[in-house]
């Protein structure tokens, strides 16, 4: 009888232990192949010497403790032209915000024809007010008139007769002279009879509240029944012609640039479509605390540009000469912007920025680099300062 592969054992004196010797051989040969896979994959991880990502992390101390220097993939931007695109934001307002308020001595609100939003024409009526007193004074004052051309009229006819009669010795000359001055006299009542009475209508016609010229009303703050006066400040406020413009803060220096007559693309924040205006003024004073200035922007009207809402512009400001890198090669922490570049040790060095225009050719760089540099290209978040790499040049775009 044969017996399977197994060994005995007695263990103390009273516990017999069974040894199988083929379970252990096929947990060593399951081991050695695990061993042999993970060696296989880690040389397929860390072989790639070609990628910028993959060598930096192969910088890592391998057998026999000696570090790889990895390959990395470095670029010579140059000089090229671009155009200097300076980019604001700030508020947006009315070109020209004209508060519309009461004319006349006020009273009491009959009725509002016009609701924010409402375009107007010059001089239309936006609201009215109760005229009954001045109108029952107009209507007095137009009876004094009449009275007094009448008396005018009987002065002056007494005037003609008595100048008639003069000469045929019925009336004498003083007679004659206090009838032409009772007929000036009556005449001057009636001059102020009507100024009494235009000035008067005048009232009347102060009391309706008029838009000072074409626009759109932007706000209403006065309702029927409502009494108002002089001082009751703007009932309305109406943006002259509905143009509209983005008042843009910019920095000192990128104010140096811009010039009237811009061309700029506005973005209202929350809106998907842009607006072509240009620049209107250039603000001559910056702030002494911030270090800004103002930019004016004209845009023309439309529904998506609210007063007092935010908005974005970019400022076509003429064209430079900079270095251009694609936005893998520019990082920023809270330090600031900056790029590695490889100098003649083939070291890795940190090298700070600002930033210039970016948009899908890639980033302008303002300052800091002279484009003669060798910059890494993407592989930058993987590197260290002083770190001893291989440059693998690629032709600049």
């Not at 051989?25 to 990502?53: E, H, S, W």
């Not at 939003?117 to 007193?133: E, H, K, N, T, Y």
């Not at 922490?333 to 590695?340: F, P």
Request: hydrophobic share 40%; charged share 20%; glycine share 12%.
């Amino acid at each position: 009888m044969r017996y399977m592969n197994r060994e005995t054992k007695f263990a103390n004196a009273d516990t017999l232990v069974v040894v199988d010797r083929s379970a252990r051989r096929r947990t060593i040969i399951i081991a050695a192949i695990v061993v042999a896979v993970l060696a296989i994959a880690a040389f397929m991880y860390f072989g790639g010497k070609d990628d910028p990502v993959a060598g930096s992390v192969a910088g890592a101390k391998g057998p026999g403790g000696r570090g790889q220097i990895p390959t990395v993939s470095v670029i010579v931007p140059g000089r090229g032209s671009v155009s200097r695109v300076l980019t604001a934001s700030g508020a947006l307002a009315a070109l020209r915000d004209q508060p519309v308020g009461i004319a006349g001595e006020g009273g009491l609100v009959r009725a509002v024809t016009v609701d924010a939003g409402s375009w107007v024409r010059q001089g239309q009526v936006l609201a009215s007010i109760d005229r009954s007193v001045q109108s029952q004074t107009a209507a007095q004052l137009a009876a004094q008139v009449q009275a007094a051309r009448a008396d005018a009229s009987l002065a002056q006819n007494e005037f003609e007769r008595s100048r008639a009669l003069v000469g045929r010795g019925f009336v004498s000359k003083a007679d004659l002279d206090r009838k032409r001055g009772a007929r000036d006299a009556a005449q001057a009542r009636v001059h102020v009879a009507q100024a009494q009475l235009g000035a008067t209508r005048a009232q009347i016609g102060r009391l309706d509240i008029r838009a000072p010229t074409n626009g759109l009303i932007l706000a209403r703050s006065i309702e029927v029944g409502q009494i108002v006066g002089p001082g009751a400040g703007a009932l309305f406020r109406l943006a002259k012609g509905g143009l509209m413009e983005l008042r843009a803060q910019m920095s000192q220096q990128d104010l140096a640039f811009v010039r009237g007559g811009m061309a700029a693309s506005v973005t209202p924040i929350g809106s998907d479509r842009s607006f072509s205006g240009s620049v209107r003024l250039v603000s001559p004073v910056i702030d002494p605390t911030s270090r800004q200035g103002e930019v004016r922007i004209s845009v023309p009207y439309d529904t998506s540009i609210r007063p007092g809402g935010f908005a974005e512009a970019k400022i076509q400001a003429g064209g430079t000469t900079a270095p251009l890198l694609p936005q893998s090669a520019v990082l920023s922490d809270e330090k600031g912007n900056y790029v590695y570049i490889v100098n003649r040790k083939k070291e890795v060095e940190r090298r700070p920025i600002k930033i210039g225009n970016v948009d899908d050719q890639g980033v302008t760089i303002a300052e800091g680099l002279s484009g003669q540099e060798a910059v890494v290209l993407s592989a930058g978040p993987f590197l260290n300062p002083g770190q001893k790499i291989t440059p693998k040049r690629q032709v600049a775009r």
